[in-house]
């Protein structure tokens, strides 16, 4: 987890200690094949590959900072006319954050606990605001950190490989990277389900849900790729135009039902509630097949991970991209000085039980008083974009 930025930085202030890092990063440049992550130049395009196949791409804080750095000189580059960002290995976009690492960083006081975050959510801010277009091939497991990679860029594009999910509650934390933003501005209350729950999206439903832009066939992605980087000159249009050709001919699963389409009614009427109390009770009133096993899964999550997330979408709605995360980073902080973040961790990862014991168990125990705490300005340490 890249020790060489750990240790010097300690006595840094946080500004400080981004620009640190960025300048060792700028004499570090990896291109080889074993490198966490590639980036590379290749006609006109900037490419990120994601190269842990292993672990399903999931993202350290290392190439959290390569792809920050990159993407901000490519940005200043006039040679340079897009970005795009893929995985290897043919499973995983991203699977996410390398989470054990950070619980480890916690137990011991690390500061990566304050680094990954304050970095990685700058560069989802700095993907939001990317002045080049930014293509994201989001092929198969795209999940938390690996959300973040992409949701924010111009272009999303899913193949029928895409698994999505934001399945943070299940492990004591909440759908960070910007979820604050991109989650509420989904139609109707999808955005709550897929946040609260962990909900799995599948290929074309990941576009049915407005979280990718297209939908190629996997084995077509060598191909777009390259007619991208053939682009000469593209703009924003050119790239549109060539990724809606890709789209047009793909005929995967095209007559399927969006798989929530029949339960839109019930999910926007269910999670519209103010309070996590009130959705369980909605929940439980109503009663269906669907409605019992969304409450199933909601009694498995941590409750102070329900009531912190279920708030976050809700403020987030009218926020800004940059506020959200600012809001985030504060949430970040609270759960890393937590019990069930390190809980989650334990029984998913370490000892891989699924029994987590969360502290406090019941959703009537985590006080309006605590969830407000979390949301509190943090002073200097705040994040600042």
Same mark, same amino acid.
Request: hydrophobic share 40%.
């Given at each position: 987890?890249?020790?060489?930025?750990?240790?010097?930085?300690?006595?840094?202030?946080?500004?400080?200690?981004?620009?640190?890092?960025?300048?060792?990063?700028?004499?570090?440049?990896?291109?080889?094949?074993?490198?966490?992550?590639?980036?590379?130049?290749?006609?006109?395009?900037?490419?990120?590959?994601?190269?842990?196949?292993?672990?399903?791409?999931?993202?350290?804080?290392?190439?959290?900072?390569?792809?920050?750095?990159?993407?901000?000189?490519?940005?200043?580059?006039?040679?340079?006319?897009?970005?795009?960002?893929?995985?290897?290995?043919?499973?995983?976009?991203?699977?996410?954050?390398?989470?054990?690492?950070?619980?480890?960083?916690?137990?011991?006081?690390?500061?990566?606990?304050?680094?990954?975050?304050?970095?990685?959510?700058?560069?989802?801010?700095?993907?939001?605001?990317?002045?080049?277009?930014?293509?994201?091939?989001?092929?198969?497991?795209t999940m938390g950190g690996g959300v973040g990679l992409s949701v924010h860029g111009h272009f999303r594009v899913a193949t029928e490989k895409t698994l999505f999910a934001m399945p943070e509650t299940s492990i004591g934390l909440f759908p960070d990277v910007g979820g604050g933003y991109f989650l509420p501005r989904l139609s109707g209350?999808?955005?709550?389900?897929?946040?609260?729950?962990?909900?799995?999206?599948?290929?074309?439903?990941?576009?049915?849900?407005?979280?990718?832009?297209?939908?190629?066939?996997?084995?077509?992605?060598?191909?777009?790729?390259?007619?991208?980087?053939?682009?000469?000159? /593209?703009?924003?249009?050119?790239?549109?135009?060539?990724?809606?050709?890709?789209?047009?001919?793909?005929?995967?699963?095209?007559?399927?039902?969006?798989?929530?389409?029949?339960?839109?009614?019930?999910?926007?009427?269910?999670? =519209?509630?103010? +309070?996590? @109390?009130?959705?369980?009770?909605?929940?439980? &009133?109503?009663?269906?097949?669907?409605?019992?096993? &969304?409450?199933? +899964?909601?009694?498995?999550? =941590?409750?102070?991970?329900?009531?912190?997330?279920?708030?976050?979408?809700?403020?987030?709605?009218?926020?800004?991209?940059? @506020?959200?995360?600012?809001?985030?980073?504060?949430?970040?902080?609270?759960?890393?000085?937590?019990?069930?973040?390190?809980?989650?961790?334990?029984?998913?990862?370490?000892?891989?039980?699924?029994? /987590?014991?969360?502290?406090?168990?019941?959703?009537?125990?985590?006080?309006?008083?605590?969830?407000?705490?979390?949301?509190?300005?943090?002073?200097?340490?705040?994040?600042?974009?």
């Amino acid at each position: 987890m890249a020790a060489w930025v750990l240790r010097p930085l300690h006595r840094l202030k946080p500004f400080n200690r981004l620009q640190a890092i960025l300048q060792h990063l700028k004499m570090s440049k990896h291109t080889d094949s074993t490198a966490e992550v590639l980036l590379e130049k290749r006609g006109g395009a900037g490419v990120i590959t994601l190269n842990r196949p292993k672990i399903l791409n999931a993202i350290s804080f290392s190439m959290i900072q390569q792809i920050y750095s990159q993407v901000k000189t490519w940005e200043q580059d006039p040679e340079t006319f897009l970005i795009i960002i893929k995985g290897t290995g043919g499973r995983a976009f991203c699977a996410g954050g390398d989470i054990r690492a950070l619980a480890d960083a916690g137990k011991v006081g690390d500061r990566l606990t304050q680094d990954l975050f304050r970095v990685e959510y700058t560069l989802n801010n700095t993907i939001g605001t990317c002045k080049k277009p930014y293509v994201a091939l989001i092929d198969g497991i795209t999940m938390g950190g690996g959300v973040g990679l992409s949701v924010h860029g111009h272009f999303r594009v899913a193949t029928e490989k895409t698994l999505f999910a934001m399945p943070e509650t299940s492990i004591g934390l909440f759908p960070d990277v910007g979820g604050g933003y991109f989650l509420p501005r989904l139609s109707g209350k999808i955005g709550y389900l897929l946040a609260l729950t962990g909900f799995r999206l599948k290929g074309r439903d990941v576009l049915k849900a407005g979280i990718a832009t297209h939908f190629v066939e996997s084995d077509k992605l060598p191909a777009l790729e390259e007619d991208l980087i053939a682009l000469k000159s /593209p703009s924003k249009e050119n790239i549109a135009d060539l990724l809606n050709s890709y789209h047009m001919k793909s005929k995967v699963d095209q007559e399927k039902e969006f798989v929530l389409d029949e339960h839109m009614e019930k999910i926007n009427s269910l999670f =519209s509630a103010n +309070t996590m @109390e009130e959705i369980v009770k909605k929940l439980k &009133q109503d009663g269906s097949p669907f409605a019992i096993k &969304q409450l199933e +899964t909601i009694n498995k999550m =941590s409750p102070t991970s329900l009531k912190l997330t279920l708030r976050q979408l809700r403020e987030g709605a009218s926020m800004s991209l940059q @506020e959200v995360l600012t809001m985030e980073y504060r949430l970040s902080q609270a759960c890393m000085g937590g019990h069930d973040f390190y809980e989650g961790v334990r029984a998913v990862l370490i000892d891989k039980d699924h029994s /987590p014991r969360w502290k406090p168990a019941a959703l009537e125990e985590v006080s309006d008083e605590f969830v407000d705490n979390c949301f509190k300005p943090l002073g200097n340490n705040d994040l600042k974009l």
